[in-house]
């Protein structure tokens, strides 16, 4: 024997289930996730920055964390100008600025060809990219 459910309640579930549904495709923002694998020299970038800037348009920037090796970064849809940044302690070497508090010092390593002066670009287009990024010195 079926039941026949309310109009609301039916109206009620059909909502929940398209809110589930949109919700676990996309927020609707119009960016796209882009992900990846970042190394420098051969080794996993181990903590960095990874930067896409629009070259189309208001150029808006689109910022993530690497951690062991691996970004996820939402994006505008387009071709983007890519900068990537990591730092690391040098080793034996300390700021004695503070007496009695020596700091270990740190170092940019990743070369300005990949940040402040990038060659690197992608474009980024459907529903989903995969894009890693190999540097060298």
Do not use: A, N, Y
């Given at each position: 024997m079926s039941k026949i459910?309310?109009?609301s309640v039916c109206v009620g579930i059909a909502a929940t289930a398209c809110l589930l549904f949109t919700g676990c495709l996309g927020s609707g923002d119009g960016l796209?996730?882009?992900?990846?694998?970042v190394s420098f020299d051969g080794a996993p970038i181990d903590d960095g920055r990874i930067q896409f800037?629009?070259?189309e348009g208001d150029q808006r920037a689109f910022a993530g964390v690497i951690e062991n090796g691996e970004y996820t970064v939402r994006v505008e849809p387009g071709p983007a100008a890519v900068e990537i940044r990591a730092s690391r302690l040098i080793e034996g070497k300390f700021d004695e600025s503070n007496?009695?508090?020596?700091?270990?010092m740190g170092e940019m390593y990743i070369p300005e060809k990949y940040n402040s002066r990038t060659e690197l670009e992608v474009t980024v287009e459907g529903s989903e990219v995969k894009k890693d990024?190999?540097?060298?010195s």
């Open positions: 459910l309310p109009l796209v996730p882009v992900t990846g694998k800037r629009s070259l007496p009695g508090e020596p700091e270990q990024f190999e540097l060298t």
